[in-house]
């Protein structure tokens, strides 16, 4: 498995039941879509949230990362390993962050 189904059932319930939310295989890994825009995903090594350009320094400064998997930084896109994933504060943090976001996009 590319990614911690323990982790996925833990970002299940961070996001509950929105009307809007589907699941999709990604990147490796697995992520959350509100309208079929991304909000969040658990990869191999831990999880990343879409937090959007506006929000990213909050997010940084809740203690998530720049996404960086490609090498470079992902502008509006932070992450956390596994170790920090436990910090349900931050999660919670930047779920809303990520969910406020996606609403904001138009429906794809």
């Given at each position: 498995?590319?990614?911690?189904?323990?982790?996925?059932?833990?970002?299940?319930?961070?996001?509950?039941?929105?009307?809007?939310?589907?699941?999709?295989?990604?990147?490796?890994?697995?992520?959350f879509l509100f309208h079929g825009n991304m909000v969040c995903?658990?990869?191999?090594?831990?999880?990343?949230?879409?937090?959007?350009?506006?929000?990213?320094?909050?997010?940084?400064?809740?203690?998530?990362?720049?996404?960086?998997?490609?090498?470079?930084?992902?502008?509006?896109?932070?992450?956390?390993?596994?170790g920090s994933f436990e910090d349900a504060n931050l999660r919670?943090?930047?779920?809303?962050?990520?969910?406020?976001?996606?609403?904001?996009?138009?429906?794809?």
């Open positions: 498995m590319a990614y911690s189904e323990d982790m996925a059932e833990i970002m299940r319930s961070d996001l509950g039941m929105e009307p809007g939310l589907t699941e999709k295989k990604m990147f490796g890994g697995l992520c995903g658990v990869t191999k090594d831990g999880a990343m949230y879409r937090p959007g350009k506006d929000r990213e320094a909050e997010a940084l400064a809740a203690g998530a990362q720049p996404l960086s998997f490609t090498g470079r930084p992902m502008g509006g896109m932070v992450e956390l390993d596994a919670a943090t930047l779920t809303e962050f990520s969910l406020v976001n996606a609403a904001s996009l138009p429906p794809k």
